[in-house]
């Protein structure tokens, strides 16, 4: 069974930075998309970004890029979500997921984490 867990994340002022990791069990990680999502109170959850399988590509939605990087160690298992120049509008829970596919054309993953809570104070 496929688990992903979530770590990371916490309270930060405005402009500051989290990394948020992302740790995969069951299976390797070398053959899945993985791609992460937060979800802000009230509000459906949203795609953040996608990570290709090699971590030769990555794409980000507007409301991050520029200040959002994801990345992976595929030997270690891990993806990653660095998160600079936060603002409280970022403040969400960050899920990551991992899917066969690409996640930035609107899939829906094949494996969800628990989520972890970004709190941005500002």
């Known amino acids: 069974q496929v688990q992903l867990v979530e770590s990371g994340g916490g309270l930060v002022q405005a402009g500051g930075y989290l990394r948020l990791s992302c740790a995969v069990s069951?299976?390797?990680?070398?053959?899945?998309?993985m791609g992460w999502y937060r979800q802000a109170p009230g509000k459906e959850r949203e795609f953040v970004g996608d990570i290709m399988w090699n971590g030769g590509n990555t794409y980000y939605a507007e409301s991050v890029k520029g200040r959002f990087t994801i990345s992976r160690d595929n030997a270690k298992n891990t993806a990653y979500l660095q998160m600079n120049s936060l603002k409280p509008e970022d403040t969400a829970v960050y899920y990551c997921?991992?899917?066969?596919?690409?996640?930035?054309?609107?899939?829906?993953?094949?494996?969800w984490g628990q989520g972890t809570q970004v709190t941005v104070s500002s």
């Open positions: 069951g299976s390797t990680i070398s053959t899945y998309v």
């Open positions: 997921a991992a899917n066969r596919g690409l996640l930035r054309f609107g899939s829906n993953p094949n494996y």
